[in-house]
């Protein structure tokens, strides 16, 4: 069978760079052999469907013919992709390259680094300097205020995807709901209905925000806000987990028709989920 077969090792391996993604590698090394690149990945696995399908997943098989392949360690191959990265957590990988670090990244187009597609960060995990939009676009963010638990809101969602730490409740579960519609009082004119989100309740400046860019935020299920905008999702997220279930009973109240039961019914769930979570913890304590 073809996964039995040893692969011949590349006889010219290019080193990668900090933190590259392995699309972004076997896209260098297919330039180098002038080949396409989805032609390089099935010239190693035969099975692989895309890059994308490479980047968010390898088997433990793929990982050793490809290590075999590039005269390199599995493990390596595994932290090029977003393998060990939480299921839940892969709606906020983006597609494409959504910023950039001026200091890390040696190229504009090329390498790209795993960094660039996690939609969760406003810092650089390598350096930690701040990120700039990937269009080179100086838009600096209108919520410096919120800087300090916009910080802490990207260690909550970089801990949970990257390191399986949690606390009494899931921060991507919190930014899909912050993300939810919501009708604020007095109630606006009906075109202007789209722009209002549960987040504007604890972040006030965002509807301000919103009106004056015209542009609508993205849904619960692909939460990856534009870099400017990203700092006033991540203080939401850590001011809801610092305060603890009540304030997603608040924020019930800003909500109504089915979009409150759909609020209520998942921030039910992750109460009676952070219940467990405290009760399992008090228990390894004893």
């Not at 989805?38 to 098989?61: F, I, N, Q, T, Y």
């Not at 494409?96 to 187009?109: A, I, K, L």
């Not at 610092?242 to 089915?258: N, W």
């Not at 989920?273 to 399992?280: D, I, Y």
Request: proline share 9%; with cysteine.
């Amino acid at each position: 069978m073809i996964e039995n077969t040893p692969p011949r090792r590349l006889p010219v391996r290019l080193p990668p760079h900090s933190d590259e993604l392995l699309s972004s590698w076997i896209g260098r090394h297919a330039a180098f052999y002038s080949v396409p690149p989805l032609v390089m990945l099935r010239h190693c696995l035969p099975e692989a469907s895309s890059l994308r399908a490479a980047d968010l997943l390898l088997s433990s098989d793929q990982e050793i013919r490809l290590a075999n392949m590039f005269a390199t360690e599995p493990a390596v191959m595994r932290r090029m992709t977003f393998a060990n990265v939480a299921q839940s957590s892969h709606r906020l990988i983006s597609a494409r390259p959504t910023q950039v670090c001026t200091n890390c990244s040696p190229g504009h187009t090329e390498p790209i680094l795993r960094s660039q597609l996690l939609g969760w960060r406003i810092t650089c995990p390598l350096c930690g300097n701040q990120l700039r939009d990937a269009g080179r676009r100086e838009i600096p963010s209108p919520f410096q205020q919120y800087q300090d638990a916009a910080l802490r809101g990207e260690k909550l969602l970089d801990d949970e995807a990257e390191r399986g730490i949690g606390t009494w409740i899931s921060p991507t579960d919190i930014a899909r709901l912050l993300l939810m519609r919501r009708i604020p009082r007095p109630i606006p004119r009906e075109h202007d209905l789209w722009r209002f989100r549960v987040l504007g309740a604890i972040i006030p400046d965002l509807d301000r925000v919103v009106a004056v860019e015209q542009e609508n935020l993205p849904t619960p299920a692909k939460p990856i806000l534009p870099l400017h905008m990203r700092p006033a999702l991540l203080a939401g997220i850590a001011i809801v987990e610092r305060a603890g279930p009540e304030m997603l009973r608040m924020l019930r109240g800003h909500m109504m028709g089915d979009n409150r039961g759909r609020f209520t019914d998942a921030a039910e769930s992750m109460i009676a989920r952070a219940r467990r979570w405290k009760a399992s913890s008090q228990m390894h304590l004893i």
